[in-house]
Protein backbone atom coordinates (compact mmCIF):
# COMPACT_ATOMS: atom_id res chain seq x y z
CA UNK A 1 0.00 0.00 0.00
CA UNK A 2 1.08 3.19 -0.97
CA UNK A 3 0.22 6.03 2.19
CA UNK A 4 -1.44 9.76 0.84
CA UNK A 5 -1.26 11.74 4.72
CA UNK A 6 -2.72 15.17 4.33
CA UNK A 7 -3.51 17.66 6.10
CA UNK A 8 -5.38 20.66 5.34
CA UNK A 9 -4.82 23.95 7.85
CA UNK A 10 -7.96 25.20 10.04
CA UNK A 11 -10.29 23.33 8.03
CA UNK A 12 -13.22 23.33 10.10
CA UNK A 13 -15.76 20.29 9.95
CA UNK A 14 -19.26 21.36 8.43
CA UNK A 15 -17.11 23.61 5.54
CA UNK A 16 -17.52 21.09 2.57
CA UNK A 17 -19.34 19.27 0.97
CA UNK A 18 -20.22 15.74 2.11
CA UNK A 19 -20.45 17.87 5.35
CA UNK A 20 -23.73 19.46 4.06
CA UNK A 21 -22.67 22.87 3.32
CA UNK A 22 -25.31 24.81 1.66
CA UNK A 23 -22.75 27.11 -0.15
CA UNK A 24 -19.00 25.60 -0.85
CA UNK A 25 -18.32 22.88 -3.24
CA UNK A 26 -15.96 20.33 -2.97
CA UNK A 27 -16.01 17.08 -5.44
CA UNK A 28 -12.62 15.81 -4.34
CA UNK A 29 -13.53 15.37 -1.19
CA UNK A 30 -16.68 14.48 -1.36
CA UNK A 31 -15.62 11.77 -3.65
CA UNK A 32 -13.41 10.71 -1.14
CA UNK A 33 -16.52 10.78 1.01
CA UNK A 34 -18.16 8.40 -0.87
CA UNK A 35 -15.31 6.08 -1.08
CA UNK A 36 -14.29 6.05 2.17
CA UNK A 37 -15.28 6.71 5.63
CA UNK A 38 -16.10 10.11 6.48
CA UNK A 39 -15.35 10.73 10.74
CA UNK A 40 -18.32 12.86 11.56
CA UNK A 41 -17.76 13.90 14.72
CA UNK A 42 -13.87 14.22 14.69
CA UNK A 43 -12.17 16.80 16.78
CA UNK A 44 -8.75 18.35 17.32
CA UNK A 45 -6.63 17.72 20.44
CA UNK A 46 -5.04 21.68 21.00
CA UNK A 47 -4.78 25.03 19.04
CA UNK A 48 -2.92 26.83 17.44
CA UNK A 49 -1.05 25.20 14.89
CA UNK A 50 2.02 23.09 16.60
CA UNK A 51 -0.12 22.07 19.70
CA UNK A 52 -2.38 20.69 17.21
CA UNK A 53 0.10 19.07 15.26
CA UNK A 54 1.98 17.21 17.92
CA UNK A 55 -1.48 15.54 19.54
CA UNK A 56 -1.99 14.45 15.49
CA UNK A 57 2.17 13.18 15.20
CA UNK A 58 2.35 11.70 18.59
CA UNK A 59 -1.11 10.12 19.23
CA UNK A 60 -0.92 11.81 22.34
CA UNK A 61 -3.29 14.78 24.41
CA UNK A 62 -1.55 17.89 25.28
CA UNK A 63 -1.78 17.21 29.15
CA UNK A 64 1.06 14.43 28.40
CA UNK A 65 3.01 15.71 24.99
CA UNK A 66 3.36 19.30 26.57
CA UNK A 67 3.34 21.02 23.26
CA UNK A 68 1.40 24.20 24.56
CA UNK A 69 2.37 27.11 22.25
CA UNK A 70 3.52 27.55 18.43
CA UNK A 71 7.14 27.55 20.19
CA UNK A 72 7.35 25.05 22.52
CA UNK A 73 9.76 22.19 21.79
CA UNK A 74 8.00 18.64 21.18
CA UNK A 75 10.27 16.20 23.31
CA UNK A 76 12.71 13.35 21.31
CA UNK A 77 11.39 10.46 23.64
CA UNK A 78 7.88 10.81 21.86
CA UNK A 79 7.31 8.08 19.38
CA UNK A 80 5.10 9.52 15.95
CA UNK A 81 3.81 9.20 12.65
CA UNK A 82 7.14 9.27 10.72
CA UNK A 83 8.38 6.64 13.22
CA UNK A 84 6.63 4.26 12.75
CA UNK A 85 5.77 4.67 9.13
CA UNK A 86 9.58 4.02 9.26
CA UNK A 87 9.40 0.85 10.99
CA UNK A 88 6.90 -0.65 8.49
CA UNK A 89 9.12 -0.05 5.92
CA UNK A 90 8.47 3.40 4.30
CA UNK A 91 10.35 6.24 3.42
CA UNK A 92 7.98 8.60 4.84
CA UNK A 93 8.76 11.86 2.80
CA UNK A 94 7.02 15.86 3.61
CA UNK A 95 5.98 18.08 1.74
CA UNK A 96 5.16 21.26 3.33
CA UNK A 97 5.44 21.78 6.91
CA UNK A 98 5.14 19.65 10.58
CA UNK A 99 5.51 23.19 13.08
CA UNK A 100 7.55 21.10 15.44
CA UNK A 101 10.02 22.99 17.41
CA UNK A 102 13.18 20.88 17.95
CA UNK A 103 14.09 19.25 21.88
CA UNK A 104 16.68 21.30 22.80
CA UNK A 105 18.80 18.33 24.11
CA UNK A 106 18.81 16.98 20.58
CA UNK A 107 20.32 20.37 19.35
CA UNK A 108 24.10 21.37 18.09
CA UNK A 109 24.78 23.08 20.76
CA UNK A 110 23.09 26.57 22.19
CA UNK A 111 23.69 28.33 18.55
CA UNK A 112 22.29 25.52 16.33
CA UNK A 113 19.93 28.00 14.60
CA UNK A 114 16.90 25.29 14.97
CA UNK A 115 16.56 26.34 18.15
CA UNK A 116 15.33 29.99 17.18
CA UNK A 117 11.73 28.60 15.31
CA UNK A 118 9.13 26.83 16.10
CA UNK A 119 9.00 25.66 12.69
CA UNK A 120 11.03 22.54 12.82
CA UNK A 121 10.47 19.07 11.17
CA UNK A 122 9.46 16.03 13.02
CA UNK A 123 11.77 13.20 13.31
CA UNK A 124 11.38 10.54 11.01
CA UNK A 125 10.85 12.66 7.72
CA UNK A 126 12.26 12.93 4.44
CA UNK A 127 11.94 15.95 2.51
CA UNK A 128 9.93 16.59 -0.85
CA UNK A 129 9.73 19.77 -0.75
CA UNK A 130 9.92 21.60 2.64
CA UNK A 131 8.05 24.93 3.45
CA UNK A 132 9.14 26.89 5.73
CA UNK A 133 6.80 29.27 7.47
CA UNK A 134 8.02 31.94 5.12
CA UNK A 135 7.02 30.24 2.33
CA UNK A 136 10.41 31.25 1.15
CA UNK A 137 10.62 28.67 -2.29
CA UNK A 138 7.33 29.71 -3.02
CA UNK A 139 8.19 33.83 -3.11
CA UNK A 140 11.37 32.67 -5.01
CA UNK A 141 9.12 30.95 -7.03
CA UNK A 142 6.82 34.26 -7.76
CA UNK A 143 9.60 36.26 -8.12
CA UNK A 144 11.00 34.50 -11.16
CA UNK A 145 7.68 34.59 -12.77
CA UNK A 146 7.86 38.59 -12.25
CA UNK A 147 5.96 39.11 -9.66
CA UNK A 148 6.77 41.96 -6.98
CA UNK A 149 6.80 39.92 -3.71
CA UNK A 150 7.56 40.65 -0.53
CA UNK A 151 9.17 38.21 1.55
CA UNK A 152 6.76 37.26 4.79
CA UNK A 153 4.11 34.68 4.36
CA UNK A 154 1.30 36.77 5.31
CA UNK A 155 2.47 39.71 2.70
CA UNK A 156 2.78 37.15 -0.01
CA UNK A 157 -0.39 35.07 0.83
CA UNK A 158 -2.61 38.59 0.66
CA UNK A 159 -1.64 38.78 -2.71
CA UNK A 160 -3.16 35.57 -3.58
CA UNK A 161 -6.58 37.25 -5.37
CA UNK A 162 -4.66 39.90 -7.12
CA UNK A 163 -2.57 36.61 -9.34
CA UNK A 164 -4.03 33.80 -11.44
CA UNK A 165 -5.11 30.57 -9.47
CA UNK A 166 -2.46 28.94 -10.71
CA UNK A 167 0.55 30.36 -9.40
CA UNK A 168 -0.81 29.79 -5.80
CA UNK A 169 0.52 28.25 -2.52
CA UNK A 170 -1.34 25.51 -2.96
CA UNK A 171 -0.38 24.69 -6.76
CA UNK A 172 2.81 25.23 -6.07
CA UNK A 173 3.14 22.58 -3.22
CA UNK A 174 1.11 20.11 -5.61
CA UNK A 175 3.21 20.68 -8.43
CA UNK A 176 6.19 19.20 -5.86
CA UNK A 177 4.32 16.20 -4.99
CA UNK A 178 3.78 15.40 -8.08
CA UNK A 179 6.93 16.05 -9.52
CA UNK A 180 8.26 14.22 -6.85
CA UNK A 181 5.23 11.06 -7.35
CA UNK A 182 6.49 10.86 -11.03
CA UNK A 183 9.66 9.11 -10.24
CA UNK A 184 8.34 6.77 -7.75
CA UNK A 185 7.64 2.77 -8.19
CA UNK A 186 4.88 2.23 -5.57
CA UNK A 187 5.38 1.59 -1.80
CA UNK A 188 5.73 4.81 -0.79
CA UNK A 189 4.41 7.08 2.19
CA UNK A 190 4.21 11.15 1.52
CA UNK A 191 2.47 13.82 4.32
CA UNK A 192 1.46 16.56 1.99
CA UNK A 193 1.07 19.49 4.45
CA UNK A 194 -1.59 22.36 3.19
CA UNK A 195 -1.76 25.29 4.50
CA UNK A 196 -4.89 26.29 2.86
CA UNK A 197 -7.23 27.35 4.25
CA UNK A 198 -5.47 29.00 6.79
CA UNK A 199 -5.40 32.99 6.71
CA UNK A 200 -4.87 35.60 5.92
CA UNK A 201 -8.64 35.22 4.64
CA UNK A 202 -7.34 35.89 0.42
CA UNK A 203 -8.09 33.42 -1.67
CA UNK A 204 -6.11 32.05 -4.67
CA UNK A 205 -7.12 34.34 -8.17
CA UNK A 206 -10.96 33.39 -9.68
CA UNK A 207 -11.35 31.34 -6.16
CA UNK A 208 -11.44 34.75 -4.43
CA UNK A 209 -14.52 35.24 -6.64
CA UNK A 210 -15.93 32.10 -6.59
CA UNK A 211 -18.73 32.92 -3.82
CA UNK A 212 -20.99 35.56 -3.69
CA UNK A 213 -21.08 36.86 0.21
CA UNK A 214 -24.16 37.48 -0.42
CA UNK A 215 -24.99 33.87 -0.87
CA UNK A 216 -22.93 32.94 2.85
CA UNK A 217 -24.43 32.35 6.37
CA UNK A 218 -23.91 34.68 9.11
CA UNK A 219 -21.45 33.27 12.06
CA UNK A 220 -23.20 32.48 15.36
CA UNK A 221 -23.22 35.64 17.85
CA UNK A 222 -21.19 36.18 20.75
CA UNK A 223 -23.59 36.18 23.68
CA UNK A 224 -24.45 39.11 25.42
CA UNK A 225 -21.36 41.18 27.21
CA UNK A 226 -22.27 40.74 30.86
CA UNK A 227 -22.79 36.66 30.35
CA UNK A 228 -19.24 35.71 28.70
CA UNK A 229 -16.74 34.43 30.40
CA UNK A 230 -14.05 36.91 30.92
CA UNK A 231 -11.93 34.28 28.91
CA UNK A 232 -13.90 35.16 26.15
CA UNK A 233 -13.98 38.71 26.81
CA UNK A 234 -10.47 39.27 26.44
CA UNK A 235 -10.50 37.41 23.25
CA UNK A 236 -13.17 39.68 21.86
CA UNK A 237 -10.92 42.39 22.78
CA UNK A 238 -8.28 41.38 20.65
CA UNK A 239 -7.97 42.61 17.41
CA UNK A 240 -6.26 39.29 15.69
CA UNK A 241 -9.07 37.19 17.18
CA UNK A 242 -12.11 39.10 17.54
CA UNK A 243 -14.27 39.17 14.31
CA UNK A 244 -14.58 42.49 11.64
CA UNK A 245 -17.05 44.34 12.71
CA UNK A 246 -20.25 44.57 10.15
CA UNK A 247 -22.44 42.28 8.11
CA UNK A 248 -20.49 43.34 4.75
CA UNK A 249 -17.13 42.27 6.31
CA UNK A 250 -17.85 39.15 8.21
CA UNK A 251 -19.82 37.43 4.87
CA UNK A 252 -16.58 38.70 2.83
CA UNK A 253 -14.50 36.88 5.29
CA UNK A 254 -16.60 33.51 5.08
CA UNK A 255 -16.20 33.59 1.48
CA UNK A 256 -12.41 33.98 1.40
CA UNK A 257 -12.07 30.58 3.41
CA UNK A 258 -14.71 29.03 1.25
CA UNK A 259 -12.59 30.22 -1.68
CA UNK A 260 -9.41 28.81 -0.34
CA UNK A 261 -11.57 25.47 0.26
CA UNK A 262 -12.54 24.90 -3.37
CA UNK A 263 -9.25 25.53 -4.37
CA UNK A 264 -7.43 22.90 -2.58
CA UNK A 265 -10.42 20.43 -3.64
CA UNK A 266 -9.56 21.55 -7.01
CA UNK A 267 -4.99 20.52 -6.73
CA UNK A 268 -6.79 17.42 -4.38
CA UNK A 269 -8.27 15.98 -7.28
CA UNK A 270 -5.06 16.64 -9.65
CA UNK A 271 -3.50 14.16 -6.84
CA UNK A 272 -6.50 11.75 -7.17
CA UNK A 273 -6.16 12.03 -11.17
CA UNK A 274 -2.84 11.29 -10.96
CA UNK A 275 -2.91 8.35 -9.06
CA UNK A 276 -5.86 7.11 -10.87
CA UNK A 277 -3.44 7.65 -14.18
CA UNK A 278 -0.61 5.64 -12.41
CA UNK A 279 -2.68 2.47 -11.43
CA UNK A 280 -2.36 3.36 -7.85
CA UNK A 281 -5.91 4.92 -6.58
CA UNK A 282 -7.16 1.62 -5.24
CA UNK A 283 -3.06 0.93 -3.57
CA UNK A 284 -3.51 4.19 -1.56
CA UNK A 285 -4.59 4.78 1.46
CA UNK A 286 -5.71 8.08 1.74
CA UNK A 287 -6.44 10.18 5.29
CA UNK A 288 -6.89 13.81 5.70
CA UNK A 289 -7.37 16.31 8.32
CA UNK A 290 -6.93 19.51 10.06
CA UNK A 291 -4.48 20.47 12.69
CA UNK A 292 -7.73 22.66 13.97
CA UNK A 293 -10.65 24.77 13.11
CA UNK A 294 -11.41 28.29 12.53
CA UNK A 295 -13.86 30.14 14.61
CA UNK A 296 -14.79 32.40 10.97
CA UNK A 297 -16.50 34.90 13.16
CA UNK A 298 -18.52 32.51 15.29
CA UNK A 299 -18.98 34.16 18.53
CA UNK A 300 -16.96 36.91 18.10
CA UNK A 301 -14.02 35.66 16.92
CA UNK A 302 -11.47 34.35 14.46
CA UNK A 303 -8.63 32.43 13.91
CA UNK A 304 -8.42 29.08 16.22
CA UNK A 305 -8.58 29.45 20.50
CA UNK A 306 -10.50 28.94 23.51
CA UNK A 307 -13.34 26.20 24.27
CA UNK A 308 -15.50 26.65 21.24
CA UNK A 309 -16.35 23.80 18.67
CA UNK A 310 -15.62 25.77 15.88
CA UNK A 311 -12.15 25.17 16.69
CA UNK A 312 -11.69 21.90 17.00
CA UNK A 313 -13.84 20.11 15.43
CA UNK A 314 -12.83 19.02 11.97
CA UNK A 315 -13.24 17.04 9.03
CA UNK A 316 -11.69 13.85 9.19
CA UNK A 317 -11.96 11.38 5.93
CA UNK A 318 -10.02 7.96 5.77
CA UNK A 319 -9.80 5.99 2.29
CA UNK A 320 -8.82 2.69 2.62
CA UNK A 321 -9.27 0.49 -0.61
CA UNK A 322 -8.54 -2.84 1.34
CA UNK A 323 -11.65 -1.83 3.36
CA UNK A 324 -15.14 -2.52 2.02
CA UNK A 325 -16.82 0.82 3.50
CA UNK A 326 -18.32 2.97 0.49
CA UNK A 327 -19.64 6.26 1.88
CA UNK A 328 -19.77 5.04 5.49
CA UNK A 329 -20.17 8.06 8.17
CA UNK A 330 -18.92 7.44 11.52
CA UNK A 331 -20.89 9.21 14.36
CA UNK A 332 -18.94 8.51 17.27
CA UNK A 333 -16.70 11.11 18.76
CA UNK A 334 -13.27 10.46 17.14
CA UNK A 335 -10.11 12.43 17.83
CA UNK A 336 -6.87 13.49 15.88
CA UNK A 337 -5.16 10.74 18.71
CA UNK A 338 -6.87 8.23 16.83
CA UNK A 339 -4.76 8.56 13.47
CA UNK A 340 -1.42 7.37 14.77
CA UNK A 341 -2.59 4.03 16.67
CA UNK A 342 -5.31 3.70 13.29
CA UNK A 343 -2.38 4.10 11.17
CA UNK A 344 -0.09 1.88 13.09
CA UNK A 345 -2.75 -1.15 12.46
CA UNK A 346 -3.48 -0.29 8.98
CA UNK A 347 0.39 -0.84 7.98
CA UNK A 348 1.14 -3.92 10.94
CA UNK A 349 3.09 -1.99 13.63
CA UNK A 350 2.96 -2.78 17.04
CA UNK A 351 0.93 0.31 18.37
CA UNK A 352 2.80 1.56 20.97
CA UNK A 353 1.72 2.50 24.51
CA UNK A 354 2.59 6.11 24.31
CA UNK A 355 -0.86 6.81 22.32
CA UNK A 356 -3.25 8.03 23.75
CA UNK A 357 -6.12 7.70 21.10
CA UNK A 358 -7.46 4.56 20.26
CA UNK A 359 -7.41 2.18 16.93
CA UNK A 360 -10.59 3.15 14.92
CA UNK A 361 -10.24 -0.09 12.77
CA UNK A 362 -13.69 -1.60 13.79
CA UNK A 363 -15.49 1.41 13.27
CA UNK A 364 -14.27 1.79 9.57
CA UNK A 365 -15.05 -1.53 9.24
CA UNK A 366 -18.88 -1.04 10.26
CA UNK A 367 -18.92 -3.05 13.58
CA UNK A 368 -20.62 -2.21 17.15
CA UNK A 369 -17.85 -2.35 19.59
CA UNK A 370 -17.50 -0.18 22.47
CA UNK A 371 -16.24 3.43 22.14
CA UNK A 372 -15.72 6.94 23.81
CA UNK A 373 -19.26 8.48 24.57
CA UNK A 374 -17.28 12.53 24.97
CA UNK A 375 -14.76 13.94 22.50
CA UNK A 376 -11.68 16.09 24.65
CA UNK A 377 -9.57 18.77 23.47
CA UNK A 378 -7.40 21.67 25.25
CA UNK A 379 -5.86 25.24 25.16
CA UNK A 380 -3.22 26.41 26.60
CA UNK A 381 -3.22 30.56 26.95
CA UNK A 382 -0.33 31.11 29.07
CA UNK A 383 1.61 32.06 25.89
CA UNK A 384 -0.57 34.94 25.87
CA UNK A 385 0.29 36.66 28.68
CA UNK A 386 4.02 35.53 28.74
CA UNK A 387 5.90 38.33 27.71
CA UNK A 388 4.33 40.97 30.00
CA UNK A 389 4.70 37.99 32.93
CA UNK A 390 7.10 39.35 35.97
CA UNK A 391 5.65 36.39 38.05
CA UNK A 392 8.86 34.41 39.39
CA UNK A 393 9.29 30.72 39.01
CA UNK A 394 9.02 28.05 40.58
CA UNK A 395 7.59 29.73 43.68
CA UNK A 396 4.91 31.32 41.92
CA UNK A 397 3.35 28.82 39.18
CA UNK A 398 -0.12 30.81 38.10
CA UNK A 399 1.39 30.88 34.28
CA UNK A 400 0.32 27.11 34.74
CA UNK A 401 -3.31 28.05 35.50
CA UNK A 402 -3.68 29.71 32.17
CA UNK A 403 -4.85 26.82 30.59
CA UNK A 404 -8.31 24.63 29.79
CA UNK A 405 -9.86 21.61 28.85
CA UNK A 406 -13.33 20.16 27.54
CA UNK A 407 -15.49 17.61 26.91
CA UNK A 408 -18.34 17.14 24.53
CA UNK A 409 -20.79 14.84 24.81
CA UNK A 410 -24.51 14.91 22.64
CA UNK A 411 -25.94 16.24 26.14
CA UNK A 412 -23.30 19.03 27.36
CA UNK A 413 -20.18 21.00 26.62
CA UNK A 414 -17.98 20.85 30.04
CA UNK A 415 -14.84 23.60 30.14
CA UNK A 416 -12.54 23.15 32.87
CA UNK A 417 -10.60 26.64 33.36
CA UNK A 418 -6.81 26.24 35.45
CA UNK A 419 -8.26 29.10 37.94
CA UNK A 420 -10.91 26.98 38.93
CA UNK A 421 -13.62 28.91 37.04
CA UNK A 422 -15.81 26.47 34.50
CA UNK A 423 -18.79 26.67 32.04
CA UNK A 424 -21.23 23.84 31.19
CA UNK A 425 -23.16 24.07 28.28
CA UNK A 426 -26.47 22.42 27.41
CA UNK A 427 -25.67 21.33 23.76
CA UNK A 428 -28.87 19.23 23.58
CA UNK A 429 -31.23 21.47 23.95
CA UNK A 430 -28.83 24.87 22.13
CA UNK A 431 -25.86 23.29 19.82
CA UNK A 432 -24.63 27.02 19.54
CA UNK A 433 -22.78 26.71 23.12
CA UNK A 434 -24.58 29.72 24.00
CA UNK A 435 -27.42 28.30 26.84
CA UNK A 436 -25.73 27.30 30.57
CA UNK A 437 -26.80 23.78 32.09
CA UNK A 438 -28.91 24.70 35.01
CA UNK A 439 -29.23 21.79 36.46
CA UNK A 440 -26.46 21.06 39.22
CA UNK A 441 -25.75 17.10 38.92
CA UNK A 442 -25.23 17.42 35.37
CA UNK A 443 -22.55 20.11 35.79
CA UNK A 444 -21.29 17.18 38.26
CA UNK A 445 -21.55 14.12 35.84
CA UNK A 446 -19.53 16.29 33.05
CA UNK A 447 -16.69 17.85 35.69
CA UNK A 448 -16.42 13.78 36.79
CA UNK A 449 -16.38 12.40 32.80
CA UNK A 450 -13.93 15.13 32.67
CA UNK A 451 -11.17 13.66 35.54
CA UNK A 452 -11.87 10.19 34.88
CA UNK A 453 -10.73 10.99 31.14
CA UNK A 454 -7.47 12.57 32.68
CA UNK A 455 -6.94 9.46 35.13
CA UNK A 456 -7.51 7.53 32.21
CA UNK A 457 -4.66 9.12 29.89
CA UNK A 458 -2.12 9.30 32.50
CA UNK A 459 1.47 8.71 30.60
CA UNK A 460 1.73 5.03 30.31
CA UNK A 461 4.76 4.17 28.22
CA UNK A 462 6.47 1.73 30.96
CA UNK A 463 3.49 1.46 33.46
CA UNK A 464 2.67 -1.70 32.52
CA UNK A 465 6.10 -3.48 32.23
CA UNK A 466 7.78 -4.78 35.51
CA UNK A 467 11.72 -5.12 35.53
CA UNK A 468 11.71 -8.74 37.37
CA UNK A 469 12.71 -11.77 35.48
CA UNK A 470 10.56 -13.24 32.40
CA UNK A 471 9.08 -9.79 31.73
CA UNK A 472 11.20 -7.96 29.17
CA UNK A 473 9.04 -9.44 26.67
CA UNK A 474 6.61 -6.96 27.16
CA UNK A 475 8.59 -4.04 25.70
CA UNK A 476 7.41 -2.63 22.73
CA UNK A 477 9.19 -5.05 20.15
CA UNK A 478 11.10 -1.83 18.49
CA UNK A 479 12.67 -1.21 22.02
CA UNK A 480 13.86 -4.83 22.48
CA UNK A 481 17.57 -5.70 22.06
Same mark, same amino acid.
Given at each position: ????????????????????????????????????????????????????????????????????????????????????????????????????????????????????????????? %? *?? $??????????? /????? =? +??? !???????????????????????????????????????????????????????????????????????????????????????????????????? %? *?? $??????????? /????? =? +??? !??????????????????????????????????????????????????????????????????????????????????????????????????????????????????????????????????????????????????????????????????????????????????????????????????????????????????
Amino acid at each position: MNVLFITLDQFRADSYGAAGHRVVQTPTLDRLCAEGVRLGQHYSQAAPCAPGRAALYTGTYQMNNRVVANGSPLEDRFDNVARLARRAGYVPTLFGYTDQGLDPSQAAGVDDPRLDSYDGILPGF %A *LG $HYLPESQATWV /EHLRD =L +GYD !VPFGWAAALRGEPDRPAEHSLTGFLTDKFLEWLGVQEGGWFAHVSYLRPHPPYAAAGEYSRRYDPADVDLPIAAVDEGDRHPLHATAMGIAYCAAPEGEE %A *LR $HLRAQYYGMIA /EVDFH =L +GRI !VEELTRRGEYEETLIIVTSDHGDQLGDHGLIEKLGYFPQSYHILGIWRDPRVGARGRVVDHFTENVDIAPTLADALGVEVPAQFDGRVMTPLLEGRDVEWRTAAHYEWDYRSMFLAQSTRPWPYDRSLSRDNLAVSVTSETAYVQFGDGSYLCFDVARDPTWRTPVDDVDRVLRAAQEMLLWRQEHLGRTYTDMLLEEGRPGRWPAHLRH
